[in-house]
């Protein structure tokens, strides 16, 4: 068990809709990390946060944002829901750097 | 621009047959290269982190060596829980990737009693 804890574990949900993911870090760790997992692309980093302020940004769409509260944990929020956003969506916190992350299992979003 | 590959895509191997995984990298300026563990339906697990060529780890039967081009993980007399995704990843010093690590597609490992 990583100590990070990713709702719902699956999600089904149709083109267009709105969904919300949810990410709680282990215990003291100020940075959250979101990654989308697919078969031909693989884990591409989607944004990160650290300690409340947005870090970095990679492959996120407009339709995609993100954000992390006071009490450290996180949400991403995908909306206009396309066939090709299906994926698994992983969160990774960490004390800090990348030297190290810790995954959650993930969240499996199909959209039909 | 920053990539990583792996090979070979998926490996066999028989119960005590060593072999390695190969992960080649191009990146400006190399600040680490991670090497995770992913079992069906989980998320990634931490191994190895090596910063610098000539580098080595070593973790029970696996242990991860890096040059100014590659890495790679050599697993020595596997078991069957050895199965599992290999993942290879990089962390550039510059440009917007300093955020973020940098994924190959992982090497798909099968040990078979």
């Known amino acids: 068990d990583s100590g990070v804890t990713q709702t719902p574990k699956h999600l089904i949900t149709a083109t267009g809709q709105r969904v919300t993911l949810r990410c709680s870090p282990r215990?003291?760790?100020?940075?959250v990390y979101w990654y989308q997992q697919s078969l031909d692309q693989g884990l591409q980093f989607l944004i990160q946060?650290?300690?409340?302020?947005?870090?970095a940004k990679g492959n996120i769409l407009e339709r995609f944002s993100a954000q992390q509260f006071p009490d450290l944990h996180s949400e991403l929020n995908l909306s206009s829901l396309e066939l090709g956003d299906s994926a698994l969506y992983f969160c990774?916190?960490?004390?800090?750097?990348?030297?190290?992350?810790?995954f959650g299992s993930g969240t499996q979003l199909s959209v039909l | 621009e920053d990539q990583v590959t792996q090979s070979p895509e998926a490996l066999r191997l028989q119960e005590g047959e060593s072999s390695s995984l190969n992960c080649s990298y191009t990146?400006?300026?190399?600040?680490?290269l991670f090497w995770y563990r992913q079992d069906p339906g989980k998320g990634p697990e931490f191994l190895f982190t090596?910063?610098?060529a000539g580098e080595e780890k070593e973790k029970e039967r696996l242990k991860a060596t890096l040059t100014k081009k590659e890495s790679f993980l050599h697993i020595t007399a596997p078991k069957p829980e050895d199965s599992a995704t290999y993942l290879c990843?990089?962390?550039?010093?510059?440009?917007?990737?300093?955020?973020?690590?940098?994924f190959g597609k992982g090497t798909k490992l099968s040990v078979k009693p």
């Open positions: 990146v400006s300026g190399l600040r680490g």
């Open positions: 990843a990089v962390q550039s010093n510059y440009g917007g990737s300093q955020g973020n690590l940098i």
């Open positions: 990774a916190s960490s004390p800090g750097g990348l030297a190290k992350l810790f």
């Open positions: 215990s003291g760790d100020l940075s």
């Open positions: 946060y650290y300690n409340g302020e947005e870090r």
């Open positions: 090596l910063y610098s």
